[in-house]
C-alpha cells in the first residue's frame, strides 16, 4: 500500500515543476508510515492468525499509532514459542529424550540385586539365599538338597511364592505335598498378578494323576475315582466365576494347551484330552534324529509335558521317547535361565532312564519291523535296522476319508491312537458329551467319534 501511495504521489507532482529534493520531502512521511507498517507486521507474528488479519486490515493511518499492550495469554504463547526454538535442539521428540552425547543408565542386575540385599532385613535376606541356593541344587539335579533348602524358605516365610518346590516334593514321590505346595502358589500368584498360574496347575494334576496310576489294580482305581477319595487328600485349586475366562487369557499357547491335556484327562473328558495331545504332537512334530533349532521353546515345552502327561498315566515308554526328543532340544546346565531347560534331564534322571538302553536313541529312530524280503528268504542273519522316523502305529479300525489326503499325518494319528486306546464304554461316554448317537459296534463308535473330533480340528468340512 505504501508502494501504491508513493507512485501516485510522485505520478501527481511531476506535472508542476517540483525540484526532485520538493517531491523527495513531500514522500517521506509516506515511506515512514511503510517502515512503521512493517515492524507492526513484525510485531504481530506472535499473535493468533485472526489478530494478525484484524491488524493488516486496519487503516493505513493507524498503523503509525502505539500497538496496543499484549494480553497475558498472548505473552505467554510468544514466551513459550520463544523456549520452544531454543529447545529445538536438545530433544527430538520420538528419537531421544536425553542430551546430545549422554548415555542411558546402565543396567546392572548384580548392583541391583546387591543393593537390594543392602536394605532388606535379615529374614528377606536368608530367604533370597536358600531360594538361589534350592534353584542351583535342582539345576544340578540334586533333589533332596533343593528340597530341603526350599522347605528353609517356607520356615522363614510360609507365604514366599516358590512353585518349583513342588517339583521337587513330585520327583521325591511326595506328591499330596507337591500339590499342597502348588495350590497355595498358584492361589497367590493368581489373587496377586491376576494371571493364570499355568504351571502350577498343570504339574498339580500331574501329581494327582501320578496318585492315581500307582494304584495297583483297575477295580481300586475306579473306586478310588467313584467315591472321589483322591480330591479329598490332594489339595485343590478352588475356582471362581472368573477362573474360566482367566485361564483361557493364557497367552502362552503350547502351556494352554498342555494344562488343558491334563485337566481333561483328570475329568475324563476323552475327547479334548485327544484333541489337545494331537494339538501337541502337531507342534513336536516328527521325531526327528537332527532336531531345528527351537528359539520359542515351542518344541522343547511341548515334547517335555507331553511326556511328563504319560508318565502321569503310566505309559513308561512313550514318556521315555517325549523325554529323549525333550532333551536333544534343551541346553541342561546351570547357566539356563529357563527351568524348562533342566526338567527333561531332572526326569531320566530321577527315572532313571539313561542306564535302560545301550543305544540311546535306539527306540526313537530304528525300525522295529523286517523287510520282507528278508522273511520270505527266512534269513537268520539279522541285518543292521535302517534308521527311519518313528510314527506311531495306524489303526485298521478307523478308515482315513479322502479329503484328509493333504492333512497333518501327525495330527491324524495321534487322534487315531487316542480313540483306539479307549474302551467301548469311555467311546460312548465321550460320544454322549459331544451330543452323538452311542449306539453301534465299536468300529462305527471309533468312525463316529473320529470324524467329530477331525471336524472340531479343522480337517473335515
Known amino acids: 500500500k505504501s508502494c501504491r501511495l508513493l507512485s501516485s504521489l510522485y505520478i501527481s507532482c511531476r506535472p508542476t515543476n517540483m525540484s526532485r529534493r520538493t517531491i523527495s520531502v513531500l514522500c517521506l512521511p509516506v515511506a515512514i508510515a511503510g517502515f512503521a507498517l512493517k515492524q507492526h507486521q513484525l510485531f504481530d507474528s506472535g499473535r493468533r492468525p485472526n489478530e494478525a488479519a484484524t491488524a493488516r486490515n486496519q487503516s493505513p493511518l493507524l498503523l503509525g499509532a502505539t500497538p496496543r499492550p499484549l494480553t497475558n495469554a498472548e505473552r505467554e504463547r510468544r514466551d513459550e514459542e520463544r523456549r520452544r526454538q531454543v529447545r529445538k535442539n536438545d530433544v527430538v521428540i520420538g528419537k531421544t529424550s536425553a542430551k546430545s552425547g549422554e548415555t542411558d543408565f546402565t543396567l546392572d542386575i548384580a548392583a541391583t540385586e546387591e543393593e537390594w540385599m543392602r536394605q532388606a532385613s535379615r529374614v528377606e535376606q536368608e530367604v533370597y539365599r536358600k531360594t538361589e541356593q534350592g534353584m542351583h541344587h535342582l539345576k544340578l539335579l540334586q533333589v533332596e538338597e533343593a528340597s530341603h533348602a526350599f522347605d528353609q524358605v517356607f520356615e522363614l516365610k510360609p507365604s514366599a511364592y516358590l512353585w518349583q518346590a513342588g517339583i521337587a516334593k513330585f520327583y521325591l514321590n511326595q506328591m499330596e505335598d507337591a500339590a499342597d505346595v502348588l495350590v497355595k502358589s498358584a492361589t497367590r500368584f493368581e489373587k496377586r498378578f491376576f494371571e493364570p498360574a499355568t504351571e502350577e496347575r498343570i504339574w498339580r494334576d500331574a501329581c494327582e494323576l501320578k496318585l492315581l496310576s500307582s494304584i495297583a489294580t483297575k477295580q481300586e482305581r475306579k473306586r478310588v475315582v467313584e467315591q472321589d477319595l483322591l480330591s479329598k487328600n490332594v489339595a485343590q485349586v478352588h475356582d471362581t466365576e472368573n477362573t474360566a475366562e482367566l485361564l483361557a487369557s493364557e497367552s502362552r499357547k503350547v502351556l494352554r494347551i498342555a494344562r488343558e491335556l491334563f485337566n481333561s484327562t483328570l475329568h475324563k473328558d476323552y475327547s479334548t484330552s485327544i484333541l489337545s495331545r494331537a494339538k501337541l504332537r502337531s507342534i513336536c512334530g516328527p521325531y526327528d534324529e537332527f532336531p531345528v533349532l527351537d528359539r520359542k521353546l515351542w518344541k522343547l515345552t ?160
Open 302 to 461: 511341548a515334547w517335555f509335558y507331553l511326556g511328563l502327561h504319560y508318565d502321569a498315566m503310566g505309559n513308561e515308554e512313550e514318556s521315555k521317547k517325549c523325554m529323549k526328543m525333550a532333551l536333544r532340544l534343551s541346553t541342561a546346565g546351570t547357566s539356563a535361565v529357563d527351568i524348562v531347560h533342566t526338567l527333561p534331564m531332572l526326569h531320566m534322571a530321577r527315572r532313571d532312564w539313561f542306564d535302560d538302553d545301550e543305544d540311546f536313541d535306539s527306540d526313537l529312530f530304528e525300525s522295529d519291523d523286517i523287510s520282507d524280503e528278508d522273511d520270505d528268504n527266512n534269513n537268520d542273519d539279522k541285518l543292521p535296522k535302517a534308521k527311519t522316523t518313528k510314527s506311531p502305529k495306524r489303526s485298521t479300525k478307523v478308515e482315513l476319508p479322502k479329503e484328509l489326503v493333504d492333512a497333518n499325518p501327525i495330527v491324524v494319528d495321534a487322534i487315531r491312537e487316542g480313540i483306539d486306546h479307549l474302551s467301548i464304554l469311555e467311546l460312548r461316554e465321550a460320544l454322549s458329551m459331544r451330543g452323538l448317537k452311542i449306539v453301534g459296534s465299536k468300529d462305527m463308535l471309533q468312525t463316529r467319534l473320529f470324524d467329530s473330533l477331525m471336524t472340531d480340528a479343522g480337517l473335515i468340512a
